[in-house]
């Protein structure tokens, strides 16, 4: 019983079988699908890099960041003149 297995399955995998016009049908058909794929691969990186070109010249034409340096240091907001502090005792 064995045996009847092992000689369907080397029929189902030999060579043999396909004429080389058949596995080459095959192969083309393979790398048409491939290069759909790589397609789309392609596409999402190019649009990838124009977000990263526009977003870098959107940074570039912004204005620089104002930086505001204290002589002293800032009063405290609990400490702010109007605003209530409770006493430590009960916090």
């Known amino acids: 019983?064995?045996?009847?297995?092992?000689?369907a399955m080397k029929r189902l995998t030999s060579l043999k079988d396909f004429s080389v016009k058949e596995l080459l049908q095959r192969v083309d058909r393979i790398a048409g699908d491939m290069n759909v794929l790589l397609v789309v691969i392609a596409i999402g990186l190019a649009t990838l890099d124009l977000t990263f070109?526009?977003?870098q010249n959107v940074v570039n034409h912004l204005p620089p960041v104002t930086r505001v340096v204290y002589d002293t240091?800032?009063?405290?907001?609990?400490?702010?003149?109007?605003r209530y502090s409770p006493p430590k005792d009960l916090r």
């Open 73 to 82: 240091a800032p009063p405290r907001p609990d400490k702010a003149p109007g």
């Open 1 to 7: 019983m064995m045996s009847r297995y092992v000689r």
């Open 53 to 55: 070109l526009v977003t």
